[in-house]
């Protein structure tokens, strides 16, 4: 089996960093009568901002199809507005345009695709929150609680994005405590308190090296599963289908505890070596050294595409509260969603002045009244 290229993006799962470039935008302003507007933007080339669909970034793919979403295009650094998507004419004039001597400048660098949309609640704009992973669109819900306490109004947002806990087969108990991975992926709790340099690092690498058995047996699990889903494909095999299902837990095992991999740094590591060895064969290193996409590795692949969708969700939140000057900045990312619903809040006040001009108004009443009664 081939090592899959895209499968260094698991790495993600480990909080691997990700090019600013390649991190989507979405901004979420929160209005005081409950309304709200939401846009997301999306950094561009040369297939966005043509509108070339088949070739539009996943995650935002479904946007772009969308309607009732306005799009436009911007340079970066600019609020004015063109008209999306561009000719290709266009597209090569605008780039053109910003280029300097020799100097290679990219989409990217100087152009944004933005989609904006208004909702009249932010249940209604959760409802409608256009990204997906790995074709499943993410489910999200929201509230705004609001609160008068007459000199001021507490607004409280909260939106909370739904997990993808099911899609992992092997729960993560067996390899790492709900707070070491919560800490992981999330950065809370706080494991790390007074520990020196070298004893934080010594438990992140800990926790690392644990992460990645777990991540590397749901992996294998799953690869076991499309083999065993498409086992005619297995000439030769050592065993029935039956025969195969039924070995998965002790195979699975063997595979963990013998390091082998989809994507190994050394040959002998791979998947299909393991599965050989195990059964004492070699019909799977067979089965699995044809490449395509209607081979038994491509099937493989496809299935494990959920983990690079996962990993290339990095968003950059930025939250405007009624009250607030300056935007808040939170991170939405799939290692964040990876098991559990995570969730973004915050609170914000609005000073009532008509409640303090009305005060001040039933003072100055008072005292005219007590100065009429005190003159008779």
């Known amino acids: 089996m081939r090592t899959f ?34 846009e997301i933007s999306i950094p561009a080339d040369s297939f966005l901002l043509t509108a070339s669909e088949d070739n539009i970034e996943e995650h935002v793919k479904e946007l772009m199809s969308d309607a009732s979403w306005t799009k436009v295009w911007r340079v970066i650094g600019s609020e004015e507005n063109h008209a999306y998507p561009m000719t290709v004419g266009r597209y090569d004039s605008v780039m053109a345009s910003f280029r300097v001597a020799d100097e290679c400048i990219t989409p990217r660098d100087s152009l944004v695709v933005c989609a904006s949309r208004s909702f009249g609640s932010v249940a209604e704009m959760s409802a409608e929150l256009p990204f997906t992973v790995d074709g499943r669109r993410i489910s999200s819900s929201a509230s705004l609680e609001k609160k008068f306490r007459w000199f001021r109004t507490d607004y409280t947002f909260n939106e909370t994005f739904s997990g993808f806990g099911s899609r992992f087969s092997i729960p993560v108990s067996g390899f790492l405590e709900e707070d070491e991975v919560s800490f992981w992926l999330t950065g809370s709790p706080d494991l790390i308190g007074d520990f020196s340099g070298l004893e934080v690092k010594e438990m992140l690498d800990d926790i690392e090296e644990r992460f990645w058995r777990w991540v590397n047996a749901n992996i294998m699990s799953d690869a076991i599963g499309v083999i065993a889903d498409n086992y005619d494909m297995v000439s030769g095999a050592p065993v029935d289908r039956d025969g195969f299902a039924a070995q998965k837990d002790s195979l699975l095992s063997f595979l963990v505890e013998y390091g082998y991999e989809i994507w190994p740094n050394d040959p002998e590591n791979s998947l299909e070596n393991g599965l050989d060895k195990f059964f004492r064969t070699n019909a799977f290193s067979k089965a699995l050294g044809d490449y395509g996409d209607d081979t038994l590795s491509g099937l493989v692949e496809l299935d494990l595409h959920f983990y690079e969708s996962l990993n290339s969700l ?27 619903d995570y969730s973004i809040s915050a609170t914000s006040q609005v000073t009532n002045r008509w409640a303090y001009v009305l005060m001040l108004l039933v003072a100055v009443t008072a005292v005219a009244l007590t100065a009429a009664i005190k003159r008779r």
Not at 14 to 38: E, F, K, P, Q, W
Not at 330 to 336: K, M
């Open 5 to 38: 290229s895209y499968c260094i993006g698991l790495a993600a799962l480990a909080l691997t960093a990700v090019s600013c470039n390649d991190r989507l935008g979405m901004l979420t302003v929160i209005n005081s009568d409950g309304s709200c507007y939401r």
């Open 314 to 340: 990095q968003v950059d939140y930025s939250l405007l509260m009624p009250g607030d000057e300056e935007e808040r900045h939170f991170v939405l990312s799939g290692p964040r969603m990876a098991l559990n």
